[in-house]
């Protein structure tokens, strides 16, 4: 699974909107979709923040799937 679509997948799992996703975790809703699109590099400052934070958040969603597949 590429990293656009785990992302995509934890929003629908998670049942929340992009931009309110943002908001509850401090971040603007317009640089989440910069990072999410690819436009931000994410090699520090906030565009770092949210990647590590979405990656650790899909890596649960991820983790929950494989336990319920075994």
Known sequence: MTPDQSAK???R????????WAVANG???ALVYAVLSGRRKCLRGKSYEIAMVLRA?????????EKQVD
Request: no cysteine.
């Open 57 to 65: 958040k899909i890596q649960e969603v991820e983790q929950s799937e």
């Open 13 to 20: 799992i998670a049942g929340v909107t992009v931009a309110d």
């Open 9 to 11: 997948n934890y929003f």
């Open 27 to 29: 971040f603007s809703p």
